[in-house]
């Protein structure tokens, strides 16, 4: 159990919908990053969070957004949602030293 | 945003032989570095991490090395068991701690 907590585990969905990913990060950690895994393909970063901060944003499409709250837990929001966006999003957490992160079992979403 | 490479996507051992995963990185900022280890329909778990300051670190059959002038790092794992049959993920950290991750490479270790 890594501590970091991701809901829902699965989720399936239609064109056009708009749903809410969950993490709850370690106890303590500021860092939240979520990425998204295609096929099993690499792990593409798509933004990173630091105490309720945007920190980074990576290749993260205008259709999705992000954002951490103050008890430190983060949302995920992907709207008009397209074939294509099925993947496993992955939450990871960490502290600020050492940078380990630690990731959450990931959301599975399918998009019908 | 390709900063972090693993070149080869699949590697094929026999168990026993060590394997040895390699990567690249293309940002000078990068000053920690991770390895990860991701089985199916899990999340990655961290394996073992080394610092820009250091080249080696080991940690029971896993070895890091970092060799900063070629910003390349590498992990060997020796010996290889059956068990060690995963993707791995290569991941760099700046100081803002942004962490990237390469495309993975599946090794397979077979009896």
């Known amino acids: 159990d890594s501590g970091v907590t991701q809901t829902p585990k699965h989720l399936i969905t239609a064109t056009g919908q708009r749903v809410t990913l969950r993490c709850s990060p370690r106890?303590?950690?500021?860092?939240v990053y979520w990425y998204q895994q295609s096929l099993d393909q690499g792990l593409q970063f798509l933004i990173h969070?630091?105490?309720?901060?945007?920190?980074a944003k990576g290749n993260i499409l205008e259709r999705f957004s992000a954002q951490q709250f103050p008890d430190l837990h983060s949302e995920l929001n992907l709207s008009s949602l397209e074939l294509g966006d099925s993947a496993l999003y992955f939450c990871a957490s960490s502290g600020d030293f050492p940078p380990e992160a630690f990731f959450g079992q990931g959301t599975r979403l399918t998009v019908v | 945003d390709q900063q972090v490479k693993q070149n080869s996507p699949s590697l094929s051992v026999q168990e026993g032989r060590i394997s040895i995963l390699n990567c690249d990185y293309t940002n000078s900022m990068f000053d920690y570095f991770l390895w990860y280890k991701k089985y199916p329909a899990e999340g990655p778990t961290f394996l073992i991490s080394?610092?820009?300051?250091?080249d080696k670190n080991e940690d029971g059959r896993f070895t890091v090395f970092l060799n900063k002038s070629a910003k390349h790092l590498s992990l060997h794992i020796v010996p290889s068991q059956p068990g060690d049959s995963a993707v791995y993920f290569c991941a760099a950290s700046a100081e803002n701690n942004d962490m990237r991750f390469g495309a993975g490479t599946r090794l397979t270790v077979k009896p």
């Open positions: 080394i610092s820009s300051i250091k």
């Open positions: 969070y630091y105490n309720g901060e945007e920190r």
């Open positions: 106890s303590g950690d500021l860092s």
